[in-house]
């Protein structure tokens, strides 16, 4: 057992950090103007995790606001911001 200093403790926490990946489509996301959108194919989505679970994650979860709308379209999703 060791007695570690409060900055050997804060190096080991940031150590342990997951490190934080970028949204997909995040930079073309935050670009969108009101009633904009962005679309992309069904074949350049590679997560299991559907569009809307992941954006709502990323953009909605504890957010009273709605900012995204995420629509399954034909051969692909639409992600508009509202």
Do not use: C, H, Q
């Amino acid at each position: 057992m060791e007695i570690k200093s409060k900055d050997d403790v804060k190096t080991l926490l940031e150590l342990n950090k997951k490190s934080s990946k970028e949204i997909i489509f995040g930079d073309a996301i935050s670009k969108l103007k009101s009633g904009e959108g962005i679309f992309f194919l069904e074949t350049e989505w590679k997560l299991k995790t559907t569009p809307g679970a992941y954006y709502y994650n990323r953009f909605r979860k504890g957010k009273d606001v709605k900012t995204l709308s995420i629509s399954k379209v034909k051969d692909g999703f639409l992600i508009t911001k509202v």
